[in-house]
């Protein structure tokens, strides 16, 4: 589970040194217990980044290229603390860095904030007050209510999507070197996070809860138009985000009370089987 989520889904399956070396735009390694300085003999610490509200980032490493923009998915490794210490979530244990989406509500407010200040290769931590946070009622048994959160994290990459009709975006996030895309009649299962955009974002669906992954048949079974149009560059055991305009989705009909009209959504989708 992504702790930065904001809905409770099972298991989908990070020195007090100032001294900078900004050739190699790196700083010592940064100790958990303690700030860095905001300024070095008078001048704004670039490694620093800290707003009105409390939002705070620290950089280990900083990069000057391939600024992280809203809607980008990046290919992560972190660690989620409270801030008095316990580790509640990582990706430690995957081996492998995660995926995250901006802009779908898959990660509370300071953290996607933080993000959206960093840059591709990045590695530092996001230190997030308790109101851009789980706030008054904190997460679940793990993070205690009006509790700081710090997530140390590194930006392994930026994932470039592949633009395909009506708008259609598929951020590739695992793939394979073999297999054939999908063809006409053929069924597809696969799990799913469905997310909203707009001012009510964040997740309305997923097949975790019925303890099923999800099938239909390609490009003939009345799914939004999005999902066939998306599915047609993936391959078995493959993995993407599915950005898809409402035009391609639910338009302006919406979908009941889940899904306001001429609403974008995003399907967070793993392929199991094309058969």
Known sequence: MYSCQLDGIDDQVEDNSIIQNLGNDTV???????????TINGEANEMVFQRDD???VEWEIKKEENKIELNDVVMVNYTARVAAGEVYDTNEKLGKPVPLKS????????????????CEGDKGRIMIPASL????????????PRADIIV?????????????????KVYKWNSVS?????????EITFDYFA??????????????????????????ASVVDGLHIGMSVMKEGESAFFEIPARAGYGSKGLLDLVPKNTDIVYDVRIESIL
């Open 152 to 168: 140390d994290i590194e930006i392994v990459s930026i994932v470039k999507p592949i633009v395909l009709d009506d708008g259609v």
């Open 28 to 38: 010592d390694t940064i100790d958990e217990n303690m700030l860095l300085n905001d």
């Open 133 to 144: 946070g789980y706030g008054e009622d904190g997460y679940m048994t793990v993070v205690p």
């Open 103 to 118: 802009n779908i509500g898959m990660m509370i407010p300071g953290w996607e904030a933080g993000l959206l200040e960093m």
């Open 195 to 220: 997310y909203k955009k707009g001012k009510e974002k964040g997740m309305y669906d997923n097949s975790y809860q019925n303890e099923t992954a999800f099938s239909f048949k390609y490009q003939n």
């Open 54 to 56: 409390g939002l705070r």
């Open 178 to 186: 073999e297999g054939k895309t999908p063809e006409k009649n053929q």
